[in-house]
């Protein structure tokens, strides 16, 4: 089992950048699909974007195409979201999952197919 830890969340404003980690340990994650979720208050938990195995396979919620950008480095232990042109609504905890996978290629998009999570990481975007 892989334990996951989220950091680089803070508070931005509107237009801005802010870069999160998910740092893995416990299990090599070159073997994981790995994808960043997030929540507000009072809404559902919602697919952010995703990387598989093969680092090239990514997968984007529609909201954050062209803003958003997920990346690994298996060496590092760690997968990367850089959030430009950040929104208000962009506010939340993002989450870090991910799920053992024999597939190099697949990304799933429900959270429910992930296997572990991390506690999270507050972003806000001031208007």
């Known amino acids: 089992q892989v334990q996951l830890v989220e950091s680089g969340g803070g508070l931005v404003q509107a237009g801005g950048s802010l870069s999160l980690s998910c740092v893995a340990s416990?299990?090599?994650?070159?073997?994981?699909?790995v994808g960043w979720f997030r929540q507000s208050p009072g809404k559902e938990r919602e697919f952010v974007a995703a990387?598989?195995?093969?680092?090239?396979?990514?997968r984007y919620a529609e909201s954050v195409k062209g803003r958003f950008t997920i990346s690994r480095e298996n060496a590092k232990i760690t997968v990367y979201l850089q959030m430009n042109s950040l929104h208000p609504e962009d506010t939340a905890i993002y989450y870090c999952e991910s799920r053992d996978l024999n597939s190099p290629f697949t990304v799933y998009v429900d959270s429910g197919q992930y296997s572990d999570w991390g506690q999270g990481t507050q972003v806000t975007v001031s208007s």
């Open positions: 416990g299990s090599p994650i070159n073997r994981y699909l």
């Open positions: 990387v598989a195995r093969i680092s090239t396979s990514t």
